[in-house]
């Protein structure tokens, strides 16, 4: 079965520090990769999606980047976080087609 | 790109009551809709899904309508119990190749009163 790994749980970084969140998905080949942000009380924001190595889109202009070293490896980065930046990341991953996407159990990062 | 809109924001529903939380969708290219549940501090786990050949899926106490021509879908929940208190998201996903991304509404925080 496919299981999708995200870490860390929670993260407190200064404003200015480096960020890099990994995420990691198994039993499945050439997923779509995703990475969202939840901000409090709202919805989710697509940031990044990926449909292969080394294809990103990026969907909102931001502090962030996103790169896909590895088939099933997608990782969130900043050289320089903001306090903006807080918030509740979230790694997704679906099939190409018409099927549903999984979501990991996601990343709380407080920018302090 | 596509948009989706989702109400109400809030939900309080005696136990036992049914519930039911409304999204409109923009483009009408969106042919895949899935309904996510969020308990607190976990990721979204989906709880259903239609596709836009069906206008009605039920799950046991969980249904979705799909209406195209308004490019509106809802979630109903029936006999609704404490444990379906949660943050209900309501998506809408564009077929194309390489666009095949979700497109979320902002979320509905519904509450179970015992």
């Known amino acids: 079965s496919q299981t999708i790994h995200q870490w860390p749980a929670t993260l407190v970084q200064p404003v200015g520090s480096p960020l890099s969140l990994e995420c990691t998905v198994e039993?499945?080949?050439?997923?779509?990769l995703y990475w969202y942000r939840q901000a409090a009380g709202r919805g989710l924001q697509l940031l990044f999606y990926?449909?292969?190595?080394?294809?990103i889109s990026s969907e909102v202009p931001q502090n962030l980047s996103a790169s896909r070293p590895q088939d099933r490896q997608f990782i969130l980065s900043s050289k320089k976080l903001l306090l903006s930046d807080s918030g509740f990341y979230l790694c997704?991953?679906?099939?190409?087609?018409?099927?549903?996407?999984?979501f990991g159990q996601g990343t709380r990062l407080t920018v302090v | 790109g596509e948009n989706v809109e989702q109400h109400p924001s809030t939900l309080s529903v005696q136990e036992g009551d049914s519930a039911v939380i409304k999204c409109t969708y923009s483009?009408?290219?969106?042919?895949?809709f899935p309904w996510y549940k969020q308990e607190l501090g976990k990721g979204p786990q989906l709880i259903i899904d239609?596709?836009?050949?069906?206008g009605e899926k039920k799950d046991q106490r969980i249904a979705v309508t799909l209406n195209k021509t308004a490019k509106h879908f809802s979630l109903h929940i029936t006999e609704t119990q404490p444990e379906d208190s949660a943050v209900y998201f309501c998506?809408?996903?564009?077929?194309?190749?390489?666009?095949?991304?979700?497109?979320f509404g902002t979320g509905t925080r519904l509450t179970i009163i015992p």
């Open positions: 997704a991953w679906s099939v190409e087609g018409y099927t549903e996407a999984f």
């Open positions: 039993g499945t080949s050439n997923p779509n």
């Open positions: 990926s449909v292969g190595i080394g294809q």
């Open positions: 483009d009408s290219a969106s042919n895949y």
């Open positions: 239609i596709r836009s050949n069906v």
């Open positions: 998506a809408a996903r564009l077929g194309n190749f390489g666009n095949e991304k979700l497109t």
